[in-house]
C-alpha cells in the first residue's frame, strides 16, 4: 500500500503541474445561461458582452440572443451585460449551484447618458427547471443565520432529515439508513468506506455553499440511496485579503448555566502575492472544547468531555478563460471521553482517568482540474485521498497490551447474587446492600464452598487461599455504598498482566487461514486457544480495544458539454483503491472477544446521463 501511496501522491503532483497547460468538476461548478433581448423591440440582440466579474468567464450572445457560460464555480457572482448603444447592465447576487444552471433574461435599454450602468440583483426563481430532484441550497450567509454551529446541523434542521442514536445512529433522509446518505466536500466522496457513514466534517465558516438532495439525484451519484449532501469550501478574493476571528461559549452568567462549551475559529484568504491575482487561497481552522456538563446541579457534575480541531484550505488557480484548477484539503480531529454511562451512573475515584478515549481522525487531499475543449464541451479530472482512523483506546495512550486484570476466577457480582446453586441470595442489587443478619464474609463463605472454587497455580496465576483474598478484591471492585471505587489504579488488588505474547498470534496474524476460522463473533473457545491463559477481566469499565482505519485513492474522470439548448451530456467513470484495516478486542466476560481483519478492495464504476 505503500508503494501505490508514492505512485499517488506522485500523480497528484504531476496533475497540478499539468493544469498550466490544460485545465473543475461538475460537483463543484455550475453554470449561467439565458437570453438577452431590446427591451422596446423585444428583439434578440447579437453579440452581446457577458462578463463574470472577478473571473475570467464570460460569453457573446449568438443570433437568437442566446448565451453560456459553462464551468463556473459555485458561488456569488455579478454579471454584466455590455453592448454598443445600450446601458449597460450588472445583476448582483447570482447565485451559482453544483450541477444546476442559474438562467438571466435580459431586457437591455438604449443608453441614455453615456457610461451609464443600471443595477439589478438577481432572484432566484420560484421552480428551477433543469432540476430533476427535490434539493435545498444554503448559501454562506443563509447557514450563519441558523441557529447550529456545525454543518451536520444544518441537515439535522432539514425537512425529512431524523437523527437517532445507538449502534444505527446518525443522520437519516426520508427513512433511508445513515449509510445511505452520500457526503461530497468539494466533489470528493469522503464517506468511510467501512460502514458508507460520514467519514469528515467541515466547519461552518468554511463554507461557501451546501447543497442538500433528498430525491431524484444524478446517475454519477450511485452510491447514494437516501440523499446527497454537497459541500462546496469557500476561496480566496483576488481582490483583497479577509481575515475572520470568532469566539463562542456559553459561560456568559453564572456558573450554573455553564456547560463548559467553549469554541475559537479563525478564518485567513485572500490572493498570493506576485501572481498577478491569478492564484488565490483560503485556510479555515478551529479548536473546540466541550465538556458536557451538566450545569444544572449544585455542583456541576462533569459527566462527559470532548474535545475536536481541524482545518481546511484551498488553493485556486485561473491561469487562463479555458485553464482553472484547485487544491483543497480538511483535517479534523475528535476526542471524546464517556465518563457518565448506564453502567456507572454514580463515578468516583481514580479510576476514572482509565476510562477508554474514544475518538477520531480524518485527511483529505484532492486535486481537480479541467481542460475546455470549447465553449459548449469540455472534461474534467479529479484525483484525491481520504483516510480515516476511528478508535477505542485506553487513555495515556495505553493499548491492548497494557491492559492487566484481576485473576479469571473473582467473579462477577451477578454471579454472586443470581447463581441458581444459591438458593437464599444475600446481596440486594436494588439497594446496593447485603441482606439484614447476613454478613459480606459468610456470604461468600457459602457461596465459596457452595460452587467449589478452583484454585490455579498455572502460568504465574494468584493461588486463591481463603475466602478473605476473594472478600477483598470484591470490596475493592463493588462498595455497599453503591460506588464505584479503586484504592489506587486499576490493577491495583490482586492481578496478573495480560499475556500479549501468547494472545497476539490469534489476533495480528490476518493473513494465516488457519487462525482466521477461529476469529468469529464470539468466545475465544477451542481446541486451539488455552481457555485458563485468558480467562482474565477488569473492574471499573470493561476493557475495550478497538481501531478502525482506511485509506481511499480515488481518480474520476468525466467529459460533459452542453449539445444543444436543451440537452446537458455527460459521460465519466472512476476508480479507487482502498485499505480496510479493523481490529476490535472486548473483554465483557472472562473469554477475550475479537474481530480483526485487512482488506484492499478495488472498485469502479462508470455512468452516462443527459439533462
Known amino acids: 500500500m505503500k508503494q501505490r501511496a508514492t505512485i499517488f501522491l506522485i500523480g497528484i503532483i504531476l496533475l497540478t503541474f499539468f493544469a498550466s497547460i490544460m485545465a473543475q468538476s461538475g460537483r463543484v461548478s455550475g453554470k449561467i445561461e439565458g437570453i438577452v433581448l431590446d427591451q422596446e423591440s423585444r428583439e434578440p440582440l447579437i453579440g452581446v458582452n457577458v462578463v463574470v466579474q472577478g473571473s475570467l468567464l464570460g460569453a457573446t450572445t449568438d443570433v437568437d440572443g442566446y448565451f453560456l457560460i459553462l464551468n463556473v464555480p459555485a458561488g456569488t457572482y455579478s454579471v454584466e451585460f ?54 435545498v441550497e444554503l448559501s454562506a450567509d443563509q447557514i450563519k443565520r441558523k441557529p447550529v454551529t456545525t454543518f451536520v446541523g444544518v441537515i439535522q434542521n432539514q425537512a425529512g432529515a ?55 439525484f444524478n446517475a454519477e451519484y450511485g452510491e447514494a440511496m437516501s440523499g446527497v449532501v454537497q459541500v462546496i469550501t469557500k476561496s480566496g478574493s483576488k481582490e483583497k485579503y479577509s481575515v475572520f476571528l470568532e469566539s463562542q461559549s456559553n459561560d456568559f452568567m453564572s456558573e450554573r448555566y455553564d ?11 485572500g490572493p498570493i502575492p506576485l501572481m498577478a491575482r491569478r492564484l488565490t487561497f483560503f485556510v479555515n481552522g478551529f479548536l473546540e472544547d466541550r465538556e458536557i456538563r451538566n450545569p444544572s446541579n449544585i455542583y456541576p457534575i462533569r459527566n462527559n468531555s470532548e474535545d475536536a480541531e481541524g482545518a481546511t484550505f484551498k488553493m485556486q488557480a485561473d491561469l487562463h478563460q479555458n485553464v482553472r484548477f484547485f487544491v483543497s484539503g480538511n483535517y479534523n480531529k475528535n476526542k471524546y471521553f464517556p465518563y457518565n454511562s448506564d453502567a456507572h451512573t454514580h463515578n468516583v475515584g481514580p479510576w476514572i482517568n482509565l476510562i477508554p478515549e474514544r475518538g477520531s481522525e480524518s485527511y483529505l487531499l484532492s486535486t481537480s482540474l479541467t481542460h475546455m475543449l470549447s465553449t459548449r464541451f469540455y472534461y474534467d479530472l479529479t484525483a484525491s485521498f481520504f483516510n480515516t482512523k476511528f478508535y477505542l483506546h485506553g487513555q495515556g495512550g495505553r493499548n491492548f497490551q497494557d491492559f492487566q486484570s484481576i485473576n479469571s476466577r473473582l467473579p462477577w457480582v451477578s454471579e454472586a447474587t443470581q447463581n441458581p ?47 478473605e483474598q476473594l472478600l477483598d478484591a470484591y470490596r475493592n471492585r463493588y462498595l455497599t455504598t453503591g460506588y464505584w471505587k479503586l484504592n489506587s489504579d486499576s490493577t491495583d488488588v490482586i492481578f496478573v498482566p495480560f499475556d500479549i505474547d501468547g494472545y497476539q498470534q490469534y489476533v495480528r496474524d490476518r493473513d494465516n487461514p488457519d487462525l482466521q476460522e477461529f476469529a468469529y463473533q464470539g468466545n475465544i473457545w477451542n481446541a486451539r486457544i488455552p481457555r485458563d491463559k485468558f480467562n482474565y477481566f477488569y473492574y471499573g469499565y470493561t476493557p475495550w480495544w478497538s481501531e478502525r482505519t482506511t485509506e481511499k ?26 485499505e480496510l484495516s479493523y481490529t476490535d478486542i472486548q473483554f465483557l466476560n472472562i473469554n477475550p472477544y475479537f474481530d480483526t481483519y485487512l482488506k484492499k478492495p478495488t472498485t469502479g464504476a462508470a455512468y452516462i446521463q443527459d439533462k
Open 259 to 269: 456547560n463548559g462549551y467553549i469554541k475559537y475559529t479563525g478564518n485567513l484568504s
Open 421 to 467: 446453586s444459591l438458593l437464599d441470595p444475600y446481596f440486594d442489587e436494588e439497594n446496593y446492600e447485603w441482606r439484614l443478619g447476613v454478613t459480606e464474609q459468610q456470604a461468600w463463605l457459602d457461596f465459596y464452598e457452595g460452587l467449589g472454587y478452583f484454585k490455579y497455580g498455572q502460568n504465574g496465576e494468584i493461588n486463591w487461599v481463603t475466602p
Open 162 to 216: 431524523v437523527t437517532t442514536e445507538g449502534g444505527s445512529g446518525g443522520i437519516h433522509i426520508r427513512g433511508g439508513r445513515s449509510g445511505e446518505l452520500v457526503y461530497y466536500v468539494d466533489g470528493v466522496n469522503t464517506n468511510d468506506p467501512t460502514y458508507q457513514t460520514r467519514g469528515t466534517t467541515v466547519d461552518i465558516n468554511a463554507i461557501e455553499q451546501m447543497t442538500i438532495v433528498t430525491g431524484g
Open 82 to 135: 455590455s453592448y454598443v448603444g445600450y446601458a449597460t447592465k450588472r445583476f448582483t447576487d447570482v447565485v451559482v449551484v453544483p450541477d444546476q444552471k442559474t438562467r438571466i433574461d435580459v431586457k437591455m435599454v438604449v443608453e441614455a447618458l453615456e457610461g451609464e450602468v443600471v443595477e439589478v440583483v438577481a432572484e432566484k426563481p420560484i421552480i428551477q427547471r433543469d432540476q430533476t430532484g427535490n434539493s
Open 553 to 578: 485513492y480515488e481518480v474520476e474522470l468525466a467529459f460533459q458539454g452542453q449539445a444543444d439548448k436543451y440537452n446537458f451530456l455527460k459521460v465519466g467513470g472512476k476508480v479507487n483503491f482502498a
